[in-house]
């Protein structure tokens, strides 16, 4: 139920006992910004922008009220709406002057409290003190979605800029007016956290054979393929899928995508990921928006109409040859040829998934079908997922295949895909994952780089990153270091893959959870101990699911681990020893991570199991 408490000079609108957000003629709720556009004179950068007027909504009066609807005017301003839906309040406004290019939402704030935001504006995520501006590109342009105070929850269609520096306000401010805002109160962490990941689209269930074994990136054509697979196989390593980084030749402006197979690399890329799949192994095909401007694709998207356009009416060139163009995806017959033509890609190799290359940022000076992008190049990234799902339904692997979206930050918003992997690796990235939990980010994980593993510190470094990430939700190994080759990480990676592959029920179970209630995979320990220290602590250690805890990284040359388990009774996954939370020193030798099971969970009869699996394994030197 939406209340109204009226006071001499404002109001406040209250849900559920929690005050969303307040109005006085000193701080009013909205402020709408009046600016003139003039062309910029650099490539590829948004118009200048010269502010004319502000005009704040100080004088209100409510013209509608009823328990789950009101609706405010605020003279020679604009109105809102306020809707109750499904336990929140939407957000709307009208009859508010055309040329209003930026809205200004103040809301009320705490001294003290922590503001975590889709974008991070520090490592930790936690902006509370300071003024976070988008950066005008880049993954920067998703929508905002935040959590303020663990009070309130706050999701919008439109990237936004937040100003947390007081201690009693935070204003929020829109490039734009937003058509979609959406604020909740937050009764616990876990319960907000899948409140905004709901909110912004629900996450479906990967297919089972995710969880068959490991993930690795390949390149180097169909033979060093098959010889980097076979030496893998002949040491035990579960492989369950192949990602292949080269299909199409290249990823970079001398080799760019043309969405077809290089037949030099792969001659019958069917036939060869056929023989895969017969073993049981599934691939996956790199997908980006980016074309080479002299491809064949390219040329019959230019011939149609199809490509974003520069100021004269030509196609918009990019890159630092300007060898490269983009889809049109404003325009719906360019969005859905796009679509078949990505679906019969990948209909025509017989893979079974993509990894959706992070969308690009247009120029803001380019114009599409909707008019110059410089005002919504937010929206481009969605318009660009919505075409790789279109593609998996049109290839009909609708349901069987898995769409991951290769983004530089864990995406907050609805893609369309199953889950988003993170690029970079070490702590600073599994912080910034960690906390995207609690802005309604969904499953994701790092790409494990097998860079440096020629040096013996290397090598541990590449065991110990393994190992870390077998707590989460996929494994997945990348870069070009010859690990497969070196009989001892072959080994390693054989025992991870199994204990990977052990986990599949329980990542099943955790998958579930996030596509009924919200909840990601990995979670900072506060969203389930609100008594845990909400910011980052300097110790990247995090949950998988609700049952178990990772103590996180253990540096090179150690053998022992210093873990804060969160209060709780948790097991030793490798001693059976019994803890009731607080520090610990463990045991942690190389193959033998800091994880941790709760006691009364329900599989805890399963961790047992691999335990003991994974013990002889070690013993056997397998």
């Not at 076979?230 to 990602?243: E, I, Y």
Request: glycine share 12%; hydrophobic share 40%.
């Amino acid at each position: 139920m939406i209340r109204v408490n009226q006071h001499d000079d404002g109001f406040t609108i209250d849900m559920d006992g929690k005050t969303l957000f307040s109005h006085s003629y000193r701080r009013p709720l909205v402020t709408l910004s009046v600016s003139s556009d003039r062309p910029s004179r650099r490539r590829g950068q948004p118009p200048a922008r010269k502010l004319l007027f502000v005009q704040k909504a100080r004088t209100w009066k409510l013209v509608t009220q009823r328990p789950d609807f009101l609706e405010l005017h605020f003279e020679g301003v604009c109105r809102l709406a306020v809707r109750e839906r499904g336990g929140a309040l939407a957000l709307s406004f009208s009859r508010y002057d055309s040329a209003a290019g930026a809205l200004d939402l103040r809301l009320p704030g705490t001294p003290g409290e922590t503001v975590f935001a889709s974008v991070p504006g520090r490592e930790n995520l936690d902006i509370k003190g300071w003024r976070w501006r988008p950066d005008g590109g880049g993954p920067a342009e998703e929508p905002l979605s935040a959590l303020i105070g663990g009070r309130v929850w706050l999701t919008a269609d439109l990237p936004a800029e937040m100003d947390c520096r007081s201690g009693s306000y935070i204003v929020v401010r829109f490039r734009g007016i937003p058509k979609t805002l959406t604020l909740g109160a937050c009764h616990n962490l876990s319960g907000a956290a899948g409140a905004l990941r709901q909110s912004l689209g629900a996450s479906p269930e990967p297919p089972a054979w995710l969880y068959d074994g490991l993930c690795v990136t390949v390149a180097g054509g169909a033979e060093e393929a098959y010889r980097r697979v076979n030496a893998m196989l002949g040491s035990g390593v579960r492989v369950g899928a192949l990602a292949l980084a080269d299909w199409q030749g290249g990823q970079n402006e001398r080799n760019p995508h043309s969405w077809e197979p290089d037949r030099s690399l792969y001659p019958s890329i069917r036939d060869e990921l056929g023989r895969y799949r017969e073993a049981g192994i599934h691939s996956f095909l790199s997908m980006g928006a980016f074309l080479g401007a002299g491809t064949t694709v390219a040329q019959e998207a230019g011939a149609r109409g199809f490509l974003l356009k520069d100021r004269d009416g030509g196609s918009y060139r990019v890159g630092r040859d300007r060898a490269l163009v983009l889809p049109d995806l404003w325009n719906p017959d360019a969005a859905s040829w796009v679509g078949k033509t990505l679906a019969a890609a990948l209909a025509g190799t017989g893979a079974s998934g993509v990894i959706e290359l992070q969308a690009p940022v247009p120029p803001a000076d380019a114009v599409g079908a909707a008019g110059p992008c410089w005002g919504r190049i937010h929206e481009y990234g969605k318009l660009w997922s919505a075409a790789i799902k279109a593609a998996v339904d049109d290839s009909g692997l609708a349901g069987r295949a898995a769409v991951f979206r290769y983004a530089a930050r864990p995406s907050a918003w609805d893609t369309g895909s199953w889950s988003p992997w993170k690029a970079e690796s070490g702590g600073k990235g599994l912080v910034h994952g960690l906390y995207a939990a609690l802005v309604g980010g969904g499953s994701w994980h790092a790409e494990l780089s097998a860079a440096g593993v020629g040096s013996a510190r290397g090598r541990e470094l590449f065991m110990r990153g393994m190992e870390t990430l077998a707590a989460g939700p996929y494994l997945r190994i990348g870069g070009d270091g010859p690990w497969w080759s070196h009989p001892g990480l072959r080994t390693h990676a054989a025992r991870v893959s199994e204990l990977w592959a052990g986990l599949a029920p329980y990542h099943r179970s955790v998958a579930a959870e996030l596509a009924s209630f919200g909840l990601a995979p990995l979670r900072p320990v506060a969203m389930q101990y609100p008594k845990d220290n909400l910011a980052f602590d300097g110790q990247a250690r995090w949950l998988y699911g609700r049952d178990l805890f990772c103590g996180g990284p253990v540096r090179p040359g150690k053998d022992l681990a210093d873990v804060e388990l969160p209060d709780d009774h948790w097991v030793h996954m490798w001693s059976s020893r019994e803890f009731r939370g607080g520090p610990v020193t463990i045991e942690a030798p190389v193959g033998f991570p800091p994880l941790f099971y709760r006691a009364d969970s329900l599989w805890a009869s399963r961790f047992d199991d691999i335990r003991k699996a994974h013990i002889r394994a070690s013993e056997a030197g397998r």
